[in-house]
């Protein structure tokens, strides 16, 4: 029963993606902070907010993860799955919303001209954008696995 | 069975959820689009697309709402519930991506100046965003209660 869902807590596949938000999201998180401008704007501000958030919550899945494949597989309890869950979900579309607001704020800063964003910072906010959107993807699969784990509770 | 989760297709909560989606998001697309700049800024027309997919999808669902309430029960058939149930999700993460762009290039706007965003405009903007963030909303609770229903099936 623990095998059923792959993808779900515990297993390698979720290992995997835990991984992958990790590294997404730090590198979103190091796209956009090398800048030194990112607190001027409202919208790079919220993506920092969340990328902060991300990775200390992924950290700790993945640590749970490698625990759970490599040394003893851990019991699915309800409450905690819930609560992981949950978490997942609400992460996850705050990541959404983070990485389209990114996106769009540089795109008009773009057309606005290079006085408020030059080359070489704009190519960066949207690879952060673009980093933000993977990091979105992972968080959901991951929510959307736990969440199917539920009815076999 | 047909009655055994609230909110999920042919119920009368799901009809409330839809009409809700119907009104704001009509909401959102009229205040965006009674300005007559919104096709110079990649947000505002992503988010008068999505509106514009939103609406006509709540609308057939209202209608078979409607008629599974009023006249007859129809039997939940598992290949539609599928693809209403992806059509929903779909929808409510591009939905809650188009609102969170504007709302992040409205403030924007405001940072910049007065001279790309008269203040009539903008604050029309800002309700605009939050119609959709609304429209947003209970579009996610229609995908959740469906999702909610599967494993009955």
């Given at each position: ?9 515990g297993?390698?596949?979720s290992?995997?993606?835990?991984l ?6 730090t590198?979103?998180?190091l796209?956009?902070?090398m ?19 991300v990775?200390p919550?992924s950290?700790?899945?993945?640590l749970v ?7 003893k597989?851990l ?7 819930m ?5 997942d979900?609400?992460l996850s579309f ?7 607001s990114t996106?769009?704020?540089?795109d008009l ?12 910072l704009?190519?960066r906010y949207?690879?952060s954008?673009?980093?933000a ?8 699969a991951?929510?959307?696995?736990n ?5 076999s509770?």
């Amino acid at each position: 029963m623990e095998e059923e869902v792959p993808g779900a807590m515990g297993t390698s596949a979720s290992l995997a993606l835990r991984l992958g938000q990790i590294i997404f999201s730090t590198a979103s998180l190091l796209f956009m902070c090398m800048g030194v401008e990112f607190y001027s704007y409202t919208a790079f501000c919220f993506l920092v907010t969340v990328m902060g958030l991300v990775i200390p919550w992924s950290l700790t899945l993945v640590l749970v993860d490698a625990y759970s494949v490599f040394v003893k597989c851990l019991p699915h309890q309800p409450r905690i799955l819930m609560v992981i869950t949950l978490g997942d979900w609400v992460l996850s579309f705050l990541s959404l919303a983070a990485a389209s607001s990114t996106a769009s704020v540089t795109d008009l800063l773009l057309d606005v001209g290079s006085t408020f964003c030059p080359a070489k910072l704009c190519s960066r906010y949207q690879l952060s954008a673009a980093m933000a959107f993977l990091s979105w993807f992972l968080s959901f699969a991951s929510a959307l696995f736990n969440l199917w784990l539920f009815p076999s509770l």
